[in-house]
């Protein structure tokens, strides 16, 4: 396998970048399919094992202690590992990210959040090997209680509460299958 050339790079980078993305629009709609696909088939899920269903196992323990969450990706950056004759094409990352969450004992907090990323193009497709959360800091909003707002109606009005992500059929069918109760 050899070097990459410069439009090869360039279009892995964006493909790298476009898996953080969807791995946030997953985490926003509760969509465990996809955040599965995300990952290299033997990705390792701490106590959960590895694999496809440790993944969604994992995602699912993780997902029903919170309840909304957007998370809003930034400064991504991407750096190759040298080619390998005998490896796939792999790749190291980090990327911000700037998280709304609705936390069951908190309330609505905020994070800056930064993920240190790997990642492994297999079969045409790169795919996350790893991600490691790491928290710069989080804090309770300012707004009370935000999302016990009346709703807004948008667009009759700007302030209150939204239709997204109640409205998600992802969103809904996680928690019909979970325990905690959705606002």
């Known amino acids: 396998m050899g070097e990459m050339t410069a439009i090869e790079r360039a279009v892995a980078r964006d493909e790298i970048r476009q898996l953080a993305f969807a791995y946030a629009d997953a985490i926003d709609r509760r ?55 005998y490896d796939s094409y792999t790749a190291r990352g980090t990327v911000w990210a700037h998280g709304f969450i609705d936390d069951g004992a908190e309330g609505l907090i905020q994070q ?36 016990a707002q009346a709703p807004a109606n948008w667009p009759d009005r700007q302030i209150g509460l939204g239709s997204i992500p109640y409205d998600d059929e992802h969103w809904r069918r996680f928690w019909s299958r979970n325990q905690r109760t959705a606002r």
Do not use: C, Q
């Open 31 to 85: 969509d465990l399919d996809l955040l599965v696909s995300l990952y290299r088939a033997d990705a390792r899920f701490g106590e959960h094992g590895e694999g496809a269903e440790a993944a969604r196992a994992f995602f699912a323990e993780s997902l029903r202690e919170i309840g909304m969450a957007v998370l809003l990706v930034a400064n991504h950056l991407i750096e190759f590992d040298p080619p390998s004759p």
């Open 112 to 147: 800056l959040i930064k993920y240190e990323d790997r990642y492994v193009r297999v079969e045409g497709i790169w795919k996350f090997t790893r991600r490691r959360h790491l928290l710069w800091l989080g804090w309770r909003h300012a707004e009370p209680e935000p999302l």
